[in-house]
């Protein structure tokens, strides 16, 4: 067996090697930049806290005022699927999460609101993650997503398979996306980024599951681009995701990446997790047949920061 086939084995079903290989695609990842560039597709900073590195990446990409004006509503959307506490990695980092909260309030957001449609139940979710705290205390509002009363049917035009969703209310009334998934192993779709974050906002993923989930999530990316991916992978649960089953399931990498193209970003924080990109088919759905963005990185102008 070739060694690459094998340490890409390790990944998938968790054996010790599995760190290794997560090390030497996150070196390649932040080489050298060949020349100085002025605007930046993709921007990856490591070895700080999830604030700090969050305040590089968004000067790197204009800064706040590029993505929000004021009086603006703004939607921030992490993963909050799963009922446990923040160390365990399997729910976005929540001092991101409300950092992001506060610089979009000092940028003149009117109102910042964050859901997630929780696989566990999502008050217990909400609480156990420090989401909800970190959020109230930057001043954001926790919005509730446990009733299809807060969804909408709505068309997803240009869809293949996915033609309808039942969409939250607080996606479609929102003038700023932001997504800002935690990257992790996902059981059935090898990796969970910014795209398949999306699932969150949805009432009825169960038909993504039962009708071709890597086709649903490009049809959805395709709805509606976010203005920003903001991936954080401070700790990524490296086996055993979404969920986790236990702190040896997570590996600390302190890295955090924002791209204004969906695909790029999660083709990035595939690399960083040791597969390439196009072997993830929902990145390669979203590049290829939806256009959505670019998964070749040396395509990628990169703005590469260490703290």
């Given at each position: ?6 340490l890409k ?10 760190a ?34 969050f ?100 068309p ?15 996606f ?11 990257l ?12 398949k ?10 038909f ?55 695909v ?44």
């Amino acid at each position: 067996m070739r060694r690459r086939e094998f340490l890409k084995r390790t990944i998938k079903y968790g054996v010790a090697a599995v760190a290794a290989f997560v090390l030497k695609d996150f070196n390649i990842l932040f080489a050298q930049n060949k020349k100085d560039e002025d605007r930046f597709d993709l921007v990856a900073v490591k070895n700080g806290e999830p604030a700090a590195m969050f305040d590089e990446a968004i000067m790197a990409l204009g800064g706040m005022a590029a993505f929000i004006k004021k009086g603006q509503k703004v939607l921030v959307k992490p993963n909050i699927g799963w009922a446990v506490p923040p160390e365990r990695a399997a729910n976005t980092n929540p001092n991101l999460v409300g950092h992001i909260v506060k610089r979009c309030i000092e940028a003149g957001a009117e109102k910042v609101y964050v859901f997630d449609n929780s696989v566990d139940y999502s008050g217990l979710c909400y609480t156990r993650s420090g989401i909800e705290e970190a959020v109230k205390s930057s001043g954001g509002t926790m919005v509730p997503s446990d009733s299809t009363g807060y969804y909408q049917k709505t068309p997803i035009p240009g869809g293949k398979v996915l033609k309808e969703a039942m969409v939250h209310e607080t996606f479609l009334e929102a003038e700023v996306f932001i997504n800002v998934p935690v990257l992790k192993h996902h059981s059935t779709t090898e990796l969970t980024i910014g795209m398949k974050n999306n699932m969150g906002i949805v009432w009825d993923r169960r038909f993504w599951h039962m009708q071709g989930i890597n086709e649903c999530i490009a049809d959805f990316a395709a709805y509606r681009k976010p203005d920003l991916t903001v991936v954080d992978a401070y700790a990524v649960v490296t086996k055993n995701g979404p969920r986790g089953v236990s702190m040896a399931d997570v590996k600390i990498l302190k890295t955090l990446l924002a791209s204004t193209d969906p695909v790029a970003v999660d083709a990035a924080a595939a690399k960083i997790m040791g597969y390439e990109p196009e072997k993830i088919d929902y990145i390669k759905i979203a590049g290829d047949e939806k256009k959505l963005g670019k998964y070749d990185l040396t395509q990628l102008r990169i703005k590469r920061i260490s703290l």
